[in-house]
């Protein structure tokens, strides 16, 4: 087996050498569009439902939809804590040589707010709900984070809301295809892209980064 530490090690040691892996690695491609499929159904879902609930005074399937959300919520902290931990042993492919230094850190500034708030913006969901008091979506008994306060639930919802709208002007930022204010979204507009599933970025230097 492959130690893939050692190797993307040797890539960094290796800086302006021609190495194999240059793009990202398959794990974190497939981590990335988990990502986005579950984060670009949960975002309107909580809106959506949201809206539903206070319409219908909470008729079904408002409950649903928000069980729904809650298990969908969970699963995208898993996968956020997952993906960072992939990220942070094989690091990435070197940014492209072509960006000018601001792009590069406005693109790396964009990419650590997303890996925050897809951290952040579920922990508060089950913070709050924590504090609504048991918290059994679908039946499913799960763990609390505190104990039941009305009045902090509400202040937490307050906060879930605005960050969960941070990140959508954040992913905005990220894949916005006329804006060249992110690395990621120029890249997004080349028909090069190195993030595609199963994609590589050809031209991409030869080294990664952490
Ligand atoms: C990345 C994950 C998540 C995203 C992007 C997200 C996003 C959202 C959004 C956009 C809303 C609607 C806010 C509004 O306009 O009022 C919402 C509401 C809500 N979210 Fe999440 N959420 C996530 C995770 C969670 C988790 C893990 C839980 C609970 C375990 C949760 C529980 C709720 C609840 C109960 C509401 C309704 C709050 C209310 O009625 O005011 N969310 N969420
Ligand atoms: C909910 C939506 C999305 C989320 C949460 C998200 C999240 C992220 C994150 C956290 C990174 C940084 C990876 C790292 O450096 O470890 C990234 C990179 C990237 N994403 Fe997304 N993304 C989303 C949507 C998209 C879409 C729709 C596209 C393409 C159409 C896209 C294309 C890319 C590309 C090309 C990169 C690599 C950029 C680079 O090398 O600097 N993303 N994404």
Redesign the pocket.
């Known amino acids: 087996m492959v130690d893939m530490k050692a190797k993307v090690m040797g890539d960094r040691t290796a800086r302006g050498e021609a190495v194999e892996d240059a793009t990202?690695t398959l794990a974190?491609r497939r981590f990335?569009w988990w990502?986005?499929l579950?984060?670009?159904t949960q975002?309107p879902l909580g809106l959506f439902m949201v809206r539903y609930g206070a319409a219908t005074d909470f008729a079904e399937p408002t409950g649903k939809l928000y069980d729904t959300h809650k298990l969908m919520g969970l699963a995208i902290l898993l996968l956020a804590l997952a993906?960072l931990a992939c990220?942070l042993a094989q690091g990435?492919?070197a940014?492209?040589p072509t960006l000018e230094p601001w792009q590069k850190v406005t693109?790396?500034i964009?990419?650590?707010a997303?890996?925050a708030l897809?951290i952040v913006v579920p922990l508060i969901g089950w913070l709050a709900i924590s504090y609504y008091g048991p918290f059994e979506p679908f039946g499913i008994k799960l763990p609390v984070l505190a104990s039941q306060d009305d009045a902090r639930a509400t202040q937490a919802f307050y906060w879930h809301k605005l960050a969960a709208y941070a990140?959508i002007v954040v992913?905005g930022m990220?894949?916005a295809?006329l804006s060249s204010t992110?690395?990621?979204a120029g890249?997004?507009c080349c028909a090069a892209?190195?993030?595609?599933p199963g994609g590589s970025?050809e031209d991409s230097p030869p080294q990664r980064r952490p």
Do not use: K, M, N
């Open positions: 990202y974190q990335h990502t986005v579950l984060v670009a975002v993906r990220r990435v492919p940014d492209e693109s790396h964009t990419h650590w997303i890996y897809i990140l992913v990220h894949v295809p992110t690395q990621s890249t997004v892209c190195g993030y595609a970025r």
